[in-house]
């Protein structure tokens, strides 16, 4: 891949760091805001519904600005909202904040994704489109561990703060890689809620919300949620749930080119509902194997993050005119299912983990036969 499809990556890994820190560092944040973990954590609900509403309104707003233009002024738009988030004084505040920061996040991504597309050709758009969603993924495997691991040395603001500085400091470096691209003519927002109902898009779109909140249920409490299977620090394993979804995106990737999406998609959430399921075992059970959590832990992320190639293929596949706008959808439902997904967590919290966890693993297996009928 050429060096700015790498770059608009480092783009994702940006928004995706965002997105995702608060995950390492909740329990401190909580502490610091004088509120509950399930409260604090609907701060990721919050940033991923102004996400997914945002997304296909800015997409109709920002349309006719050349492409270089709109990608940079959204991650300082991001980076200018993360210092917000980094000095709230209160969870109002901080609320407000990751709206702000939602909406740089849904100017980039998917034009991101869009962008990266064209670039590629047909022939490698499902592999452009696995690296810069792996900006996202590998944004798990070190910028969230990094990010907690701040928060424990520095304190949750300055890893805030830091978050701030990558996002603007790659902005800089989309500037100076990026080639001039136009914009695209303006399309009313009715006319792109219309690509609904095209035949297969509201299938496809309704499986990355139902996916993508199985494999969130748990992730924003994932400290508590470690705590619970014996795991005392949870960088370590956010790390390697982290490496589990670089993996799994990658690998989507070329097996989508190489076979068929939904063969990829079948087999992800298989191993979601399975890992999901074995570690509500072990949390109802206390039992203690570092190893064993491991193992989960990366298949979880494999699982997880393996379904956003094939599902932005199918998508294109459908109307190859209309690629932008779908990408665009298609990432407002990533987003909608993080935030739905987010909230199941927080309604089980109560119940325990093993509650949470299991809850992750039911929507995977409702999945599974989602995918199935599809392809049929």
Known sequence: MNIPIRTLAVGTFAVGTDAFVVAGFL?????????????????????????????????????????????VSALAVL????????????????MITRVLAALGAAAYTPNAGAVSASLAGPEQRARALSVVVGGLTIATALGVPLGGLAGQLLGWRAALGLVAAVCLLVALGVRAVLPPLPGHPRVPLR???????????????????????????????????????????????????GVGAVVGNLAAGRATDRWNASLVLRSGYTLMAASLAALALLAATGATAPALVGALMAAWGASSWCQTPPQQHRLIDIAPDEAPLLVSLNSSCIYLGIG?????????????????????????????????????
């Open 191 to 241: 006319t792109r809620l219309g690509a609904l109902k095209r035949p297969g898009v509201l299938p496809v779109l309704a499986l990355t919300v139902l996916g993508m909140a199985a494999g969130y249920t748990a992730y924003a409490y994932s400290a508590p949620a470690l705590a619970a299977v014996g795991i005392a620090s949870p960088a370590p394993m956010l790390f390697l749930y």
């Open 340 to 376: 739905l997904g987010t909230a199941l967590g927080a309604f089980t919290l109560p119940s325990g983990f093993p509650t949470v966890f299991a809850a992750g693993a039911a929507l995977a297996v409702l999945a599974i036969p989602l995918t199935a009928a599809r392809t049929r």
């Open 27 to 71: 329990p401190a944040m909580a502490a610091s805001l004088d509120v509950s973990p399930a409260a604090a954590g609907q701060s990721v609900t919050v940033f991923a519904a102004a996400y997914a509403v945002g997304s296909p309104v800015l997409a109709t707003l920002t349309a006719r600005l050349p492409r270089r233009t709109l990608l």
């Open 79 to 94: 980076g200018l909202a993360n210092l917000g988030s980094a000095l709230a004084p209160d969870l109002a505040v901080l």
